[in-house]
Each structure stands twice: as C-alpha cells, then as structure tokens.
C-alpha cells in the first residue's frame, strides 16, 4: 500500500498564494507519476497537474498553466503544487494521487493511490 499525506492547505485572500505538500510512504515502484486533482463544492474531481516521478517531465491542465507549478524531491518522496494568483474559484479541496499508468494523466480513473485532500479556500 501507498499512503499519500496532504498539507499546506488554509484560508488565503485572492491574488495570494499557498504551497501544498503530498507526502509519500509505503510501498516503492520502479515507475509511477504522481498527481494533484481537486474537487470544488457541487463539482466534479478535475485534473491539476501531474509529474513522473523518475523523468520529471510535467502535465498541467490547460487552465491552470502558468499559475499552478508542480515540483517533487525525490529524497523527500514529497510532491508540491505552487499555486500563485489564487482565484475564489480555486477554492477547492486538493488531493494528490499515484498513478501506475504511462498516460491519460488528467484521468483520475488511471490513478490508484490517493491521499485525503487539503481543503484550499480563497476569499475575494
């Protein structure tokens, strides 16, 4: 088993910013990615960003690219997810995931560990 640990998460005003941290422990793979989604009140789960754990190469969604950035310490086995000029709609609950898989990174369907989420909220 992967157990995956959220934090870093609060109460931020828009236009700041907040570093999360996913902390990873357990059971080791020779190849995996790790990846944010998150899940605002009334929506559906959406894709943040993902990173390969051995290569570092990076997904982001779309809509976030430029704002949100993904980074890891591979010693720490910890991934982060810098997010700068927070909206109100960002405000969501944070989770970070492990997939095993090779692509579809923005599906969470793919991933097979998850951690429990870091509740993220900006006011305006």
């Known amino acids: 088993q992967v157990q995956l640990v959220e934090s870093g998460g609060g109460l931020v005003q828009a236009g700041g910013s907040l570093k999360l941290s996913c902390a990873a422990s357990?059971?080791?793979?020779?190849?995996?990615?790790m990846g944010w989604f998150r899940q605002a009140p009334g929506k559906e789960r959406e894709f943040v960003a993902a990173i390969r754990w051995t290569s570092g190469f990076i997904y982001y969604a779309d809509s976030l690219k430029g704002r949100f950035i993904i980074s890891r310490d591979n010693a720490e086995n910890t991934v982060y997810l810098q997010m700068n000029s927070l909206k109100p709609e960002d405000t969501a609950v944070y989770y970070c995931a492990v997939t095993l898989g090779y692509s579809d990174y923005d599906n969470e369907e793919m991933y097979d560990y998850w951690g429990r989420g870091t509740q993220v909220t900006v006011s305006s």
């Open positions: 357990g059971r080791t793979f020779s190849s995996y990615a």
